[in-house]
């Protein structure tokens, strides 16, 4: 079974950054992409930050120029590099991976979630 485990999040000053940490557990045989997504209270899940298995990377137009998505291909860890912090930047954060592994009823591809890591952008 896939497992996500996140780390990295916190209280931080607007301005400030942070780097948030997704390391996968588990058989992953295929990954076809990673996502970092945010949910702040009473707001809908969306996504914030995208890599495919061929590095393409798509962000959210209000994190453009501010977040980085990247990935450590030997850990398959992903981690979000976030820069000039601002408060609307307050969320819960999962990341989302998109995999191919092995279950009792053979190969599937699944999606498996993080269990969240708060961030909270305040002075």
């Known amino acids: 079974q896939v497992q996500l485990v996140e780390s990295g999040g916190g209280l931080v000053q607007p301005g400030g950054s942070l780097r948030l940490s997704c390391a996968p557990s588990g058989s992953i045989l295929n990954i076809y992409g990673i996502g970092w997504y945010r949910q702040a209270p009473g707001k809908e899940r969306e996504l914030v930050a995208a890599?495919?298995?061929?590095?393409?990377?798509n962000y959210l137009d209000s994190v453009k120029g501010r977040f980085t998505i990247s990935r450590e291909n030997a850990k398959n860890t992903v981690y979000l590099q976030m820069n000039s912090l601002k408060p609307e930047d307050t969320a819960v954060y999962y990341c989302?991976?998109?995999?191919?592994?092995?279950?009792?009823?053979?190969?599937?591809?699944?999606?498996?979630w993080g269990q969240g890591t708060l961030v909270t952008v305040s002075s």
């Open positions: 989302n991976f998109d995999v191919d592994t092995i279950t009792s009823l053979g190969n599937r591809r699944i999606e498996v």
């Open positions: 890599i495919t298995r061929g590095g393409w990377t």
